[in-house]
């Protein structure tokens, strides 16, 4: 699973431009958060084909990173994420962003980008 972290100018219109060049080409953002310090914005995607992804942002000249993503299924409940969150900085492993990716019955499932990911891969099997 990856991450794809768009960099932007940080004014009007920038996530609908965004937003609406992933839709015309028919690709679903299944997460997304933003964020903004001065005139950078920085728009945090997860999509539902990142190979389409990859080449539209390309191909449409947008400044972009992309890093693979670490998903977990907890247990809807209070406390769960911060067992992982504990789990993970007992092992010294840095979480740089987390997406609620979804939410069933009873679970939700929840991606993290890491500083290790083999650590975290291997402490989440």
Avoid: W
Wanted: charged fraction near 30%.
């Amino acid at each position: 699973m990856r991450q794809f972290e768009i960099s932007v100018e940080n004014k009007i219109g920038a996530l609908a431009y965004v937003s609406d060049s992933l839709a015309k080409a028919c690709i679903n953002i299944k997460a997304i958060s933003t964020d903004s310090r001065g005139n950078q914005g920085i728009i945090k995607i997860v999509t539902d084909d990142e190979e389409s992804t990859r080449d539209l942002l390309k191909l449409s000249g947008f400044d972009f990173k992309e890093h693979e993503i670490v998903p977990v299924k907890l247990l809807d409940k209070p406390g769960e994420l911060a067992k992982v969150a504990r789990a993970m900085s007992n092992l010294n492993i840095n979480i740089e962003s987390v997406f609620l990716m979804d939410r069933e019955k009873g679970a939700v499932q929840i991606a993290f980008k890491v500083d290790d990911l083999a650590k975290a891969k291997d402490l989440l099997k």
